[in-house]
């Protein structure tokens, strides 16, 4: 039986690598997060049981689940917490580190968002909107992708006609000036950051 | 003019609740003089306002009727009411108190038979019932009052009600005359005993306590089971009046909580399974409670009745604290939403009434004394060496049943008595 299999460290785990994770500890599963949280009923574990199987070693099942990629950041649970968790927090972390050991779930919205929104981003050092937006309406297939970007024609034009869309973006689009410099702080930022989690 | 005898070998106990009471009583019949100074116009304090007692069930009215044919048997105690403390100076062995007594408008004539009270017309707020109900503006604060004196409120004093009130009385017993008196007592050492108050439930947003008329604190109940509470005993929801069979309770509102109260309040677990048998008495097999709990924590040897609750068909335990509640405009009932913690199923729970187990917060805070104490971070008195001759008792140092509360004022009793001694030996 290795440890490897079991994760009988998993809680000693997320204190190291996910951020404030040693306050998971704390949670005396009085349960007011989960009640108090406005996606409660939507998503697989209540912050409350995730901490419940961080302790219990449940490795694979806390990392997978769906819920930290479910938090809208609304901070209730935070703000009502007796023990003063930063729940929101920890749920953000876990989904980091979850994606990090590749055990995000397959196809979860919000997390195929983050990485094409990363990607958008680190590519010239701006967002670039328009091909944000068309990288999201056409990620289910092209035919998908019309369907959503007929949907989405009025706003798109409202936008365009403010002067907060423009469509000469699709081709290049604007860019900082130091790219590569902006590539290596990046790299550095995540040596760092990778240290100091052992994610590396 | 109220005329006090007091020197520094006597011993000022501040608040006249089961703790002050008992230290005042240990150190009298231990051959100390003592002054007991009482803010409200009764002594007894909060344990008067309960109906029943944990863990025996017994009319907490036993213990107090004992304690006040104690006080009023011994010569050695002085007691003042609707007196506060307002500054005390000097050091151990030789202190100098401010006390401020606020005019009864009533003297010791008076025999308790109720005249005044048939005379007046106006109703003010009964502050024993928690507001929940109206008393007379004169009035006798609770049948078990001690003194048995009444009281007239200050809003008749020049009006006509006022004249008709003095004339009711045969005995020549209310004395518009009164005023407000500050007096200078010497003291070696003074126990302070000012006891607890239920926190504020309506900072608790989620619960609605200021919103919603059917969520009520356990104060409260213990109000509406007494037969000398506002409904004669009959448990009745406020909104509309409606038997109230089917009744929550939520525990650790406020306490356990860095939002609120950080402190565990010890009493209230237990307090709300003496609750349910409420329901159970007044309903038999009708009645059904709900407790919401955290864990319970019935401290040592109260497990033996959490036993014996948890026996009881009529109660439910659901292991979760409540996270939101809701009042049904048009039913008035109550629908509790949470999730629980074995097995993590999300509620939404109907009851007619919610109880919230509110915690203790200090009546008079530490920092409110008006000499240098040390107190913790709720509050709460703390003993050390800096406090001189002044020593917490009771719920002032802690939060606590009445067991403990009398416990500890025991050993403030014994403390002063050692100072007192202290200085009667030096003076010989
Ligand atoms: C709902 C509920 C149910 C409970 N049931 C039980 C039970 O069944 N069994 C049990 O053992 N315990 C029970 N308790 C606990 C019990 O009420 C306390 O242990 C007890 O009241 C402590 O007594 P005390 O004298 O320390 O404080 P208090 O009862 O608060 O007395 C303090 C006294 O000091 C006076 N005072 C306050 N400030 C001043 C001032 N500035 N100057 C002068 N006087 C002042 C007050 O007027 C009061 O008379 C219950 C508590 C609650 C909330
Ligand atoms: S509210 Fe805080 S203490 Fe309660 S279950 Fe959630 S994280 Fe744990
Ligand atoms: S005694 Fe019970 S209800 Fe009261 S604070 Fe402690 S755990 Fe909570």
Redesign the interface.
């Known amino acids: 039986m290795s440890e490897m299999k079991y994760h009988n460290n998993f809680l000693k785990e997320v204190e190291e690598r996910v951020e404030e994770g040693h306050m998971v500890k704390m949670c005396m599963q009085c349960g007011v997060c989960s009640g108090s949280c406005p996606f409660g009923p939507h998503w697989a574990h209540p912050p409350q049981e995730l901490f419940m199987m961080i302790r219990a070693g449940k490795r694979e099942e806390v990392l997978s689940s769906d819920s930290m990629w479910m938090c809208t950041s609304c901070y209730q649970c935070i703000v009502r917490c007796p023990r003063k968790l930063p729940i929101t927090h920890i749920m953000h972390g876990l989904a980091y580190l979850a994606k990090r050991e590749g055990l995000a779930p397959k196809g979860q919205p919000t997390a195929e968002f983050g990485q094409m929104f990363w990607d958008n981003l680190t590519k010239d050092g701006r967002v670039n909107e328009l091909k944000l937006s068309l990288s999201l309406y056409f990620k289910d297939g092209f035919g998908q992708g019309v369907k959503n970007a007929m949907a989405m024609q009025s706003v798109g034009m409202g936008l365009m006609k403010a002067g907060r869309l423009n469509p000469m973006e699709i081709l290049g689009g604007h860019k900082i000036k130091d790219k590569s410099g902006f590539h290596a702080m990046l790299k550095k930022a995540r040596e760092i950051e990778d240290a100091r989690r052992k994610l590396a | 003019m109220t005329e006090v005898v007091a020197t520094n070998q006597t011993i000022l106990v501040v608040g006249g609740g089961i703790s002050g009471m008992t230290a005042a009583l240990e150190a009298a019949e231990c051959g100390k003089d003592v002054v007991l100074v009482e803010k409200n116009p009764v002594l007894g304090g909060r344990v008067s306002q309960l109906y029943r007692y944990f863990p025996k069930m017994c009319h907490p009215v036993c213990g107090l009727e004992i304690n006040q044919r104690r006080t009023k048997m011994n010569p050695r105690i002085r007691v003042l009411t609707m007196a506060e403390v307002t500054g005390i100076s000097g050091q151990k062995g030789d202190y100098t108190a401010t006390v401020k007594i606020s005019p009864r408008y009533v003297n010791e004539n008076c025999t308790a038979c109720g005249e005044c009270a048939k005379a007046a017309e106006t109703d003010i707020d009964d502050a024993f019932n928690y507001n929940l109900g109206k008393v007379k503006a004169a009035f006798l604060p609770h049948k078990m009052a001690y003194p048995q004196r009444y009281v007239v409120a200050p809003s008749v004093v020049g009006t006509p009600e006022g004249d008709k009130i003095k004339a009711a009385c045969k005995y020549g017993a209310i004395d518009f005359g009164m005023q407000e008196e500050t007096l200078q007592l010497k003291a070696g050492a003074i126990v302070w005993a000012t006891g607890w108050k239920p926190y504020d439930a309506a900072k608790i947003q989620?619960y609605g306590y200021d919103r919603f008329s059917n969520v009520i604190t356990n104060v409260e109940f213990e109000r509406l089971a007494d037969p000398h509470g506002p409904t004669g005993g009959k448990i009745l929801r406020p909104s509309d009046g409606k038997e109230a069979k089917n009744v929550a309770f939520i525990q650790?509102a406020g306490s356990?909580?860095?939002?609120?109260l950080r402190h565990c309040s010890r009493f209230c677990c237990t307090a709300s399974l003496k609750q349910t048998q409420y329901v159970r008495e007044k309903f038999g097999d009708e009645a059904q409670s709900t407790v919401y709990y955290?864990d319970i924590r019935a401290i040592d040897r109260f497990e033996d009745f959490y036993a014996k609750v948890r026996a009881d068909q009529s109660v439910k335990f659901v292991k979760?604290?409540?996270?939101?509640i809701v009042q049904d405009e048009k039913t008035g009932d109550v629908v509790l939403?949470?999730?629980?913690?074995e097995g993590?199923h999300?509620y939404a729970n109907t009851h007619d009434l919610v109880v919230l187990a509110v915690g203790m917060d200090p009546e008079v805070q530490g920092a409110q004394v008006p000499a240098e104490v040390a107190a913790d971070a709720s509050g709460f008195l703390v003993s050390g060496d800096a406090n001189g001759g002044i020593f917490g008792a009771g719920c002032a140092t802690n939060a606590l049943d009445v067991n403990r509360a009398v416990q500890s004022a025991t050993a403030s009793a014994l403390r002063a008595i050692q100072v007192i001694n202290k200085v009667a030996s030096v003076e010989g």
Request: aromatic share 4%.
């Open positions: 989620p650790c356990r909580d860095e939002n609120h955290i979760s604290k409540v996270a939101k939403h949470g999730v629980d913690t993590y999300r």
